[in-house]
C-alpha cells in the first residue's frame, strides 16, 4: 500500500506576492459558445480543457472519476486500472491545471492497492474549505457574474476580440489585493472583485474555457525590474499559434482606477522573458506549448508598431488625434530598439508633436504640462493627456 498526499501549497512571493495554485483550463479554438446559467454545479464540458485533451482514453476515464467525484462534492472515490502510481498522480496534477471551477479543493490523498491481474486500486480522499453548500452557491454568484461578461459579446467579435474583452473585463472589475480570502481563483476575481496573479489567471482560462478558446494556465517567476518571484499568467490560443498573456502585469491601477495596457497582450515567449521566466514544464511533467509569434501582439495588430523615428512622428501624432477626439487619457506605443526608445523619449521630440496634433484635435489638451512613461523591458512608450476643460 502507498499512500500519497497533496496540499494544493501556497507559493508566497516577494513581487507581487502571488499565490499559485496548480490549476488551469482550455477550450478548442473558439469555434462554439457554452453560455452561461447561473447553476450552482461547474459546467465544463471537459472537451473544452487542454491538458484532458492529450490523454489516452483510459487516462481520461481516471480524469472523469475525480472530476465528477469533485462536482458532487463527496469527500472519497475508488479507482481502478492498470496504471502505476506516478501516471495516475500526473493525471491528478494535470487534472488541476484544467479545472479552475474546483477552487474548494484544499488537499487530497491518495492511497494506492495492488489488485489481482495485473491491476491497481486507488482511493482518493478529498479535503474541502467549503461545504457543499456553501460552494454551490459561490458557483452560482460566480456563474452569474460571468454570465454578465459573456452577455457583452457580440456576433461581430473574433475570437481575438474575445479574448481582448476577457482580459479587459478582469482588469477593470478586479483590484489586485493579497489579502483576499479568494484571491487566489475565480469567485476572487468574479464576485470579491480582489485577487492575486493566479486568480486573474484561473478567471481567464475559466472564461475562455466557456467560449471553447484554449488557455492555458502558466506558472514561473517574473520581474518587477528589482526581484524575481512566483508568478502566474496564461497563454492563450488563437491564429493557429499560442501567445502569452499576463492580465496582472496588464492592471497599472494608475489614479486609484483600474487601467487596462497591453504590454503583455498576445506576446511571444521572446517578448515575455524580457520580465518572465516560465517553468519548463506543469507539474505532470508536461512541456508547456511554445509561443513563437509576435504578430497578434496589441501593438503589432493596432499598428502601433513603430520602426523608426520618422514613422514615430507620423504614427503618434495621428493616434494623438484620435485619442484625443474622445477625450482618453493616454496613448501608448512600442517600438523596435533599444536605441529608437533612447531616441524617441527625449520632450524635444514629443513637445513637437504635442502641439501639431493639438491643432488638429477637436478636444484641446494642455501642451505645456504632460507626462510620459518608459517601459524598457517591453519597449513600450505612453504619453498621458490632460485636457483644458
Not at 499559434?241 to 495596457?261: E, I, P, Q, Y
Not at 495588430?301 to 493616454?330: H, P, Q, R, W
Request: charged share 25%; net charge negative; aromatic share 14%.
Amino acid at each position: 500500500m502507498i499512500v500519497r498526499s497533496a496540499s494544493i501549497i501556497k507559493r508566497i512571493i516577494s513581487l507581487l506576492v502571488c499565490t499559485v495554485l496548480i490549476l488551469g483550463a482550455a477550450g478548442n479554438d473558439g469555434q462554439s459558445f457554452l453560455g452561461l446559467t447561473a447553476e450552482a454545479s461547474p459546467v465544463n464540458t471537459l472537451q473544452y480543457n487542454y491538458y484532458y485533451s492529450l490523454l489516452s482514453n483510459d487516462e481520461k476515464s481516471v480524469y472523469q472519476d475525480i472530476y465528477k467525484t469533485l462536482q458532487s462534492g463527496k469527500d472519497n472515490c475508488t479507482v481502478s486500472c492498470t496504471m502505476d502510481t506516478d501516471s495516475v498522480m500526473e493525471i491528478t496534477s494535470m487534472f488541476f491545471y484544467d479545472t479552475p471551477e474546483f477552487f474548494n479543493l484544499k488537499e487530497y490523498q491518495v492511497t494506492t492497492y495492488t489488485a489481482s491481474g495485473g491491476k491497481y486500486k486507488y482511493e482518493f480522499k478529498f479535503t474541502y474549505y467549503y461545504t457543499k453548500t456553501e460552494y454551490d452557491k459561490m458557483m452560482k454568484q460566480l456563474n452569474a457574474e460571468a454570465q454578465k461578461i459573456l452577455n457583452k459579446i457580440t456576433d461581430k467579435m473574433t475570437v481575438y476580440d474575445k479574448i481582448q474583452h476577457f482580459h479587459d473585463e478582469i482588469i477593470k472589475s478586479c483590484s489586485y489585493d493579497i489579502n483576499s480570502k479568494d484571491s487566489n481563483n475565480i469567485y476572487g476575481v468574479l464576485v470579491d472583485k480582489k485577487a492575486k496573479c493566479d486568480g486573474y489567471s484561473r478567471t481567464m482560462s475559466y472564461l475562455c474555457m466557456l467560449t471553447g478558446i484554449k488557455c492555458i494556465f502558466i506558472t514561473g517567476d517574473a520581474s518587477d525590474g528589482e526581484t524575481y518571484g512566483g508568478h502566474a499568467w496564461n497563454k492563450v490560443y488563437y491564429n493557429k499559434t499560442w501567445h502569452n498573456v499576463d492580465a496582472t502585469f496588464d492592471d497599472l491601477n494608475l489614479n486609484g482606477k483600474d487601467d487596462v495596457s497591453y504590454k503583455y497582450f498576445m506576446v511571444s515567449d521572446k517578448t515575455i522573458g524580457a520580465t518572465h521566466i516560465q517553468d519548463k514544464t506543469t507539474n505532470s511533467g508536461f512541456e508547456y506549448p511554445a509561443a513563437d509569434d509576435d504578430s497578434q501582439g496589441y501593438f503589432h495588430k493596432n499598428k502601433l508598431y513603430i520602426d523608426n523615428a520618422d514613422e514615430f512622428n507620423s504614427i503618434v501624432t495621428e493616434e494623438i488625434i484620435e485619442t484625443a477626439g474622445s477625450k482618453g487619457g493616454k496613448v501608448s506605443f512600442k517600438v523596435s530598439s533599444k536605441n529608437l526608445l533612447d531616441k524617441v523619449k527625449n520632450p524635444d521630440i514629443i513637445y513637437p508633436i504635442l502641439k501639431k496634433a493639438n491643432k488638429s484635435s477637436e478636444n484641446k489638451f494642455v501642451t505645456n504640462e504632460w507626462e510620459y512613461s518608459v517601459t524598457e523591458s517591453t519597449l513600450t512608450f505612453t504619453i498621458f493627456l490632460k485636457y483644458n476643460n
